[in-house]
């Protein structure tokens, strides 16, 4: 059904799209080759997209598993500068390290800040019942000037002409995803972590408690399963997650600290987690999409002419169709508890 | 001279299908004016249904309604507003943050302009004062009792000048002071000719008001007859079928083993009040092996919390609670239920079960985490898990349409068949119960009490909290008296007769209310 309804969504998207085309000169056929080509017709394409599709990939994971508990993590960009700064801050001292022990060191690192920054709000919303998703997105906010501070002071390189950091040690480089690619190695963990979720959630009994904190919290209570636990405990998870996506830029892409490192990976993970129906696996699978879309569209611009801003309308409809067809099952979700009390029996 | 009064609203063959399954089959139902006309049946006869399409929410696939002999077709609610009629729904659909005026005022005008609130609350105080209701109009109905805003329902469609009343299961909801006053408003509502439905399985109330019944089981019109002359034992086999009639009435009367060690005990347990609970004062309260107390009393008056600090569900701010002679205060739920404490909850749709959860799944709430329901890693063992649900629903008579059905979807009755039977099988000895039978049939009623009774033969020990007082009667053998917060008296079963008991125990909740 969620896939009918995606190809439905991407199809009138593509219609849309082409009006859009049309209106600025454009041959709507050579502009969606060029998209797709861009992104998945050769080696090159895909370095790109594996690029940037681990980032998304992470933080698409740290939106998806509160909603789990119909809970909306908003603060992945926060997550992830906490997890960069972490990473860069352990990433500094590890220049006699080994690489294994200086890598793990910055991938542990990572995960912690990440875990530490999302702990916030979720301590803040079982403690005095505060909205997460006010207090995830405005701790963004925070993180952004906690990270310009850190780059433009304590941390930023000597002589540096603007802030950023020093290079971290050549130990704490991320191996190539394969021999030669410019990708990084961390996009396998990150698969490899999507797989485990969605397996842990699906088949396992944490899925099931999961399932009974969000859709009844009072009966939860009931059967021994501590709803304030788990939401601490999943946004934790959440939070390391996105902490690991800015581990890896600064160990396996940008190999420094600066301002701007974050993209808006973020917010491209709500996005991948909503096309995703809070499924980690179909998460993943739009987050290599979406990657995709930015890939192509940088080289839709190169072969076509076609103006920025056409390119980014584009991409704005592609994502605004999949995701409003695709979304109707986490809408669902959350309306459902929302709305649970009226709820009539039947017959 | 016996001319019939004009019929209201008629229905003419009515039938509803859900799929294959008909929910009504061809009814028959003529609301005359003047009259009470009292809809008898037990869950999942057919009685919502039937009403909701009376009041246009639900559309029938044959048959149709007369208005005063008018064939009429009602595409959505408003039009059976239009029509005048109205319905007061079993849980209040007011809107909690709102005065009352305001949810009279609610879909009444239409258009631009202010909402003459104070005119409003003028006719709403004068209807008001002709029935006898006594409501505040500037009250906000978050403040009123669940009789009070049963009143602001009727009074809002009495305001609209419905002709036709229709009441779902009113009394269900009302503390036992207030089931008379309503009984005789809707007897005067009646007698200012307007024409009152009842809906209900509770045969004393009916034979109060009532001008005619009808029986409604399995979809059908069983039975259709003036109150007059009616006999309640026939009554109640018409509601039930032949089923019913194979059991005794009840188990109550055996030979009994002598009490064992006390199994539940508070010890001067005061918790404190939060919101929707009333407290606990300070109760003192014992239960032993193989015995069944009763706690008595009006709705909120400690019930609550006298089981949710047993169950662990809030905490004891002074005194102490134990569990065979342990002290419980300080251990997590998992750790009551392993020392065989077993809770059925009043609340079965938010607490003792996850609606949208299937009927196999409801019966693991408490053991999918463990072997055999899940692995070493932690995977769920889904095909032991309906395998299992299976056998509990033949096991225990749950009627669904499979182990996987949502439990949203089964009657009330059937829902806490699921709660029993995870809850009373396994080695519950200390089993606390609350208001177990709220909203049940005879039959479902009957099961449950099956189910405590052959508990206690195998030796635990049951808390039976209930504002039934004849269930308690039945069933228990020590009634205590809970009253605000406290308990103010212990009756033995034993020794009473019954009617004796039931006075002394109205008495203790009079003395201290």
Redesign the interface.
């Known amino acids: 059904m969620t896939a009918v309804r995606i190809v439905m969504g991407l199809a009138l998207a593509l219609f849309l799209g082409s009006g859009l085309i049309l209106l600025g000169d454009g041959n709507v056929l050579a502009v969606y080759q060029a998209l797709l080509v861009g992104a998945f017709g050769d080696q090159h394409g895909w370095d790109a997209v594996l690029i940037k599709a681990c980032p998304i990939l992470l933080a698409s994971l740290a939106v998806a598993l509160p909603l789990r508990l119909a809970l909306f993590n908003l603060g992945g960009e926060g997550q992830i500068a906490m997890g960069g700064l972490f990473a860069t801050v352990v990433g500094l001292q590890m220049e006699q390290a080994s690489p294994v022990v200086a890598i793990a060191a910055c991938v542990i690192a990572g995960s912690i800040g990440g875990a530490l920054w999302a702990s916030i709000a979720a301590a803040m919303k079982v403690m005095r019942g505060v909205n997460e998703v006010i207090s995830t997105l405005l701790l963004n906010y925070v993180a952004a000037a906690v990270l310009s501070w850190a780059v433009s002071g304590p941390l930023m390189a000597p002589d540096a002409p603007y802030p950023y950091s020093q290079e971290l040690p050549d130990s704490t480089w991320l191996p190539s995803a394969f021999e030669g690619w410019g990708a990084h190695a961390g996009i396998w963990l990150a698969i490899g972590l999507a797989v485990t979720l969605q397996w842990v959630y699906s088949q396992g009994s944490v899925g099931m408690s999961a399932r009974i904190v969000a859709m009844s919290p009072q009966t939860a209570r009931y059967s021994g399963l501590s709803p304030t636990r788990q939401t601490l405990g999943t946004f934790a998870l959440a939070g390391a997650c996105a902490g690991l996506a800015g581990a890896f830029e600064v160990i396996g892409v940008k190999y420094q600290l600066f301002q701007s490192f974050v993209g808006s990976f973020g917010y491209d993970g709500v996005i991948a987690a909503m096309l995703g129906a809070a499924q980690p696996a179909a998460a993943a699978v739009a987050s290599i999409f979406l990657a995709g879309l930015k890939v192509g569209a940088n080289a839709m611009q190169r072969a076509t002419g076609l103006s920025v801003s056409l390119v980014e309308a584009l991409q704005g409809v592609i994502i605004l169709c999949i995701t409003i067809s695709a979304a109707f099952p986490v809408i669902r979700l959350t309306w459902l508890r929302l709305r649970q009390p009226q709820l009539k029996e039947a017959v | 001279m016996n001319v019939l009064p004009m019929i209201r609203l008629e229905a003419k063959d009515l039938t509803v299908k859900?799929g294959d399954f008909l929910?009504n089959d061809r009814v028959n139902l003529a609301l005359r004016a003047g009259e009470v006309h009292a809809v008898l049946g037990e869950n999942?006869a057919?009685k919502?249904?039937l009403m909701n399409v009376l009041i246009g929410l639900q559309q029938p696939s044959g048959g149709h309604l007369e208005r005063d002999g008018r064939e009429v077709r009602f595409a959505g609610p408003q039009d059976a507003t239009t029509a005048r009629i109205g319905m007061v729904h079993q849980h209040s659909m007011l809107v909690e943050q709102l005065s009352v005026v305001d949810n009279v005022a609610l879909g009444l005008e239409r258009g631009l302009g202010r909402v003459p609130l104070k005119r409003l609350s003028a006719e709403l105080s004068a209807i008001a004062d002709q029935y006898g209701f006594e409501v505040d109009p500037w009250a906000e109905v978050s403040t009123l009792s669940p009789g009070e805003r049963q009143r602001v329902e009727i009074l809002k469609l009495l305001h609209r000048q419905a002709e036709v009343l229709i009441l779902d299961e009113p009394t269900s909801v009302l503390a036992p002071q207030e089931v008379r006053p309503l009984l005789h408003a809707l007897r005067r509502l009646a007698d200012g000719g307007r024409s009152v439905v009842l809906i209900t399985h509770k045969l004393a109330e009916v034979a109060e008001v009532a001008d005619c019944i009808t029986v409604l089981r399995a979809g059908r019109v069983v039975l259709q007859r003036p109150m007059q002359g009616a006999d309640a034992t026939e009554l109640a086999h018409c509601m039930v079928g032949s089923e019913a009639q194979a059991k005794p009435q009840t188990e109550g009367s055996e030979i009994r083993v002598p009490f064992g060690e006390p199994v539940i005990a508070y010890e001067g347990v005061k918790v404190a009040a939060a919101a929707g609970r009333a407290p606990l004062e300070g109760v003192d309260l014992t239960v032993r092996a193989g015995e069944i107390v009763g706690v008595a009393g009006v709705d909120g008056n400690g019930q609550q919390a006298l089981a949710d600090c047993l169950?662990?569900?809030s905490s004891v701010t002074q005194g102490r609670l134990a569990l065979h002679g342990q002290d419980v205060r300080k251990l997590?739920?998992?750790v009551r239920?392993q020392l065989g404490l077993a809770?059925i909850?009043e609340?079965r749709h938010?607490?003792?079960?996850?609606?949208?959860?299937s009927v196999a799944?409801n019966l693991r709430?408490?053991d999918?985490?463990r072997r055999p329901?899940?692995s070493l890693?932690?995977?769920?063992n889904r095909k032991g898990i309906l395998a299992a649900g299976r056998e509990a629903m033949q096991a225990h008579d749950i009627r669904a349409r499979s182990a996987s059905q949502q439990a949203?979807?089964l009657?009330?009755g059937n829902q806490q068949k699921i709660v029993l039977a995870r809850e009373l099988t396994g080695a519950a000895r200390a089993i606390v119960v609350s208001q177990p039978c709220k909203g049940l049939d005879l039959l479902s009623t009957r099961a449950v009490h099956d189910a405590l009774q052959a508990q206690r033969r195998k030796g635990a020990g049951v808390l039976y909290i209930s504002t039934e007082l004849e269930h308690l009667l039945d069933q228990c053998d020590r009634i205590a008296v809970l009253s605000r917060g406290r308990i103010v008296g212990e009756v033995h079963c034993t020794g009473h007769n019954r009617a004796d008991a039931h006075a002394r125990i109205g008495e203790l909740m009079a003395g201290a209310k």
């Open positions: 859900y929910a999942g057919g919502s249904t169950a662990g569900l997590s739920v998992r239920r809770y909850p609340d938010h607490t003792g079960l996850v609606l949208d959860l799944d709430l408490h999918y985490r329901w899940a890693l932690g995977r769920l949203r979807w009657s009330g």
